[in-house]
């Protein structure tokens, strides 16, 4: 279930209230549960051949379906990270810094779980924890980073309507958040 914290500690757990709270941004987030759920052992997996990776995709097809009327995408791929993952620590550095992009991004968390921030108009900060059989989409041009948590595990549906929609376009927006909870609870941020 997805948690957002807010600059003043604030934590909500509710998606309605989520959802209200990341509505100045447009930011969609709701619950899609796996409608094909005989893929669970292979969301387990670290390690995926094509033909499972396939095997998922076609597990979570209704909703690309949807998507691809009620938003225009054209295709999807799955994204498998883990410790092992060759390219997890460049994914890491690429999108842990403030950017926006072109296109929408949007997910829909298979297995594991992640990080998402964001700068709201004010310039204020929060970061919302989206997992398992949560979908999200953050709008073209909304200021946020992206990031793992410490588990390293993510499997995940990547929605896309253009090429190079997703190209981060970095912003020069420090992000203070993590400082700041840090400062209030040592040892307790992830």
């Not at 987030?29 to 051949?49: F, S």
Request: charged share 20%; hydrophobic share 40%.
């Amino acid at each position: 279930m997805a948690r957002l914290q807010l600059e003043d500690s604030t934590i909500y757990t509710n998606l309605g209230d989520i959802a209200e709270e990341l509505a100045p941004l447009n930011i969609e987030i709701r619950r899609l549960p796996l409608k094909k759920p005989h893929t669970t052992e292979l969301l387990a997996q670290d390690i995926l051949t094509l033909s499972q990776k396939e095997q998922i995709l076609a597990a979570a097809d209704d909703y690309f379906e949807e998507f691809k009327h009620t938003a225009g995408y054209q295709w999807r791929e799955l994204t498998v990270l883990h410790p092992g993952s060759p390219y997890l620590y460049a994914l890491i550095s690429q999108f842990d810094r403030c950017h926006t992009h072109l296109d929408d991004e949007a997910l829909y968390i298979l297995a594991g779980e992640c990080i998402f921030g964001f700068v709201l108009p004010d310039g204020s900060q929060m970061e919302l924890i989206v997992e398992a059989q949560d979908y999200i989409n953050v709008p073209s041009g909304v200021e946020h980073w992206f990031r793992p948590t410490g588990s390293l595990h993510l499997k995940a549906v990547r929605y896309f309507t253009t090429v190079g929609g997703w190209m981060p376009q970095y912003t020069d927006t420090e992000i203070y958040f993590r400082k700041a909870m840090a400062r209030k609870y040592p040892g307790n941020c992830s």
